[in-house]
């Protein structure tokens, strides 16, 4: 952020609606950032590729006025700074309502290639990038007693397939993490939602050996917003992924594990 963003303007009776998007430099963390700007909120646009970030708030901002969207450079793996920048953006914007964790890493991986550094790579920003600061919004909107927590997982996480075995892994590890969470945060009046899309037109599609019933990002962004306000706990986007999730969970390991999917 730089000192020439001007302040944020709210009241003692009626503080902004912040949001803190996690992954905003492209994909639906960017589409998410947009619709959140529209709907009224002050976003903090999180992401490595400060060039993107700036381009995006510059577009927000072109919109709907100056201040509605903050960039925040930062690379999801560096999880010793999530607590000190969470409180950082929290002074910026003086109250936060939502906070997404969109930030993903789908690595090319062969059939029979086993590389231990990619897999780490997925698992550092698609699960303890996730952790790292999605606990920070649990231990805010524990003691404040309510708010909105998004983590982007993926249908991926549903079974354990013949294709990239630790982005699944990673995906079926956040989706327990996010249950956990809701469990616990429920009754303190706090809201969970887990995301689970197919395919989306985004950078990390290029990555996909198959695709099918591909959306935009504006789509799911979309989806998600609907499922905030209704405080939903899981959804698919688009909703059919929830047959195909069924199905995938009834196959018989046997017969599973021969399928290439």
């Keep these: 952020m730089t000192d020439s963003q001007p302040p944020v303007v709210s009241s003692a009776l009626q503080p902004p609606r912040g949001a803190i998007v996690v992954g905003a430099s492209s994909g639906i963390g960017a589409a998410l950032a947009r619709k959140l700007a529209r709907e009224g909120y002050l976003v903090a646009a999180l992401g490595r590729r400060a060039d993107k970030l700036n381009d995006l708030c510059g577009e927000i901002n072109g919109e709907l006025g100056q201040g509605r ?43 029979s290639e086993y590389t231990f550094d990619k897999d780490r790579a997925m ?39 013949v294709r990239s075995p630790a982005y699944n892994a990673s995906k079926a590890a956040l989706n327990s993490y996010l249950e956990s969470l809701r469990n616990r945060l ?58 195909v999730a069924l199905a995938l969970r009834h196959v018989p390991s046997v017969i599973f594990r021969r399928l290439s999917v």
């Design 69 to 111: 969207a903050r960039p925040y450079p930062h690379d999801a793996t560096h999880y010793a700074e999530a607590p000190t920048f969470f409180q950082t953006i929290l002074g910026d914007l003086g109250h936060i309502e939502v906070v997404i964790y969109a930030s993903g890493l789908l690595e090319p991986v062969a059939l």
């Design 123 to 161: 698992m550092e920003v698609n699960l303890l990038g996730a952790m790292a600061w999605l606990n920070q919004a649990a231990l805010l909107f524990e003691h404040t007693g309510g708010g909105h927590i998004v983590g982007l997982s993926s249908i991926a996480g549903e079974r354990g397939r």
């Design 186 to 243: 429920t009754r303190k009046g706090v809201h969970v939602l887990t995301v689970k899309p197919g395919f989306v037109d985004t950078p990390m599609l290029k990555n996909a050996d198959k695709k099918m019933w591909v959306i935009s990002p504006e789509q799911a962004a979309d989806d998600i917003w609907r499922a905030i306000r209704g405080r939903k706990q899981t959804i698919f986007t688009p909703s059919r992924w929830r047959l």
